[in-house]
């Protein structure tokens, strides 16, 4: 496993998996200056400040950034924006994106950088099951393959997420490549 993650593009990690394989992931990583994001889902109330101090990009959704912070209520942009920072102060490397549905993102930077985006507007939302997996995968592909900082990768993110909650499924809903918006360019 370690041979592997050392010669990763990047690491995602999620808490679907025992939380002390998740350590032991994004530390291998880390040792081998692998980005790292971790999306905590599902959430539990204390994340190790040495796990967050290996994170480079934390993507909680309202509901996961609510339960890191010990039921602290994100409800509003300014409490996701509050949240964020909260959570960033914990020592998440790079940046902190708590997505919100439909009404899109926050991004805290480590740099102080504080930008929010909106949704992608879509005729039919069918399944919001999985669009956060989607947009952190999307969020990947930006910072990795298509070469762009933390707001660029994020309307990547965000243009996937758009396209799977126009479908039924989880599995089924993620798009293919050919229907990113950079498709055929």
Same mark, same amino acid.
């Given at each position: 496993?370690?041979?592997?993650?050392?010669?990763?593009?990047?690491?995602?990690?999620?808490?679907?998996? *025992?939380?002390?394989?998740?350590? @032991?992931?994004?530390?291998?990583?880390?040792?081998?200056?692998?980005?790292?994001?971790?999306? *905590?889902?599902?959430?539990?109330?204390?994340?190790?400040?040495?796990?967050?101090?290996?994170?480079?990009?934390?993507?909680?959704?309202?509901?996961?950034?609510?339960?890191?912070?010990?039921?602290?209520?994100?409800?509003?942009?300014?409490?996701?924006?509050?949240?964020?920072?909260?959570?960033?102060?914990?020592?998440?490397?790079?940046?902190?994106?708590?997505?919100?549905?439909?009404?899109?993102?926050?991004?805290?930077?480590? #740099?102080?950088?504080?930008?929010?985006?909106?949704?992608?507007?879509?005729?039919?939302?069918? #399944?919001?099951?999985?669009?956060?997996?989607?947009?952190?995968?999307?969020?990947?592909?930006?910072?990795?393959?298509?070469?762009?900082?933390?707001?660029?990768?994020?309307?990547?993110?965000?243009?996937?997420?758009?396209?799977?909650?126009?479908?039924?499924?989880?599995? #089924?809903?993620? *798009?293919? @490549? @050919?229907?990113?918006?950079?498709?055929?360019?």
């Amino acid at each position: 496993m370690a041979t592997i993650i050392k010669s990763a593009a990047i690491l995602i990690c999620q808490l679907e998996i *025992p939380l002390d394989a998740v350590e @032991r992931a994004i530390s291998i990583a880390y040792s081998a200056g692998v980005p790292t994001i971790l999306n *905590p889902a599902p959430a539990v109330p204390h994340l190790p400040q040495t796990l967050l101090h290996q994170v480079d990009y934390l993507i909680p959704n309202e509901t996961e950034a609510s339960i890191l912070l010990g039921d602290y209520p994100v409800d509003s942009l300014s409490a996701a924006i509050e949240g964020a920072q909260e959570l960033l102060n914990r020592g998440v490397r790079k940046a902190v994106i708590i997505t919100l549905g439909d009404k899109g993102i926050v991004i805290i930077k480590r #740099d102080g950088g504080i930008r929010t985006f909106h949704a992608r507007a879509v005729e039919k939302v069918v #399944d919001t099951t999985g669009a956060g997996d989607c947009f952190v995968g999307g969020f990947a592909v930006g910072l990795v393959e298509r070469g762009l900082q933390v707001e660029g990768a994020a309307h990547i993110g965000l243009a996937a997420a758009a396209l799977a909650v126009q479908k039924k499924g989880a599995r #089924d809903s993620m *798009p293919y @490549r @050919r229907q990113m918006p950079w498709a055929g360019h």
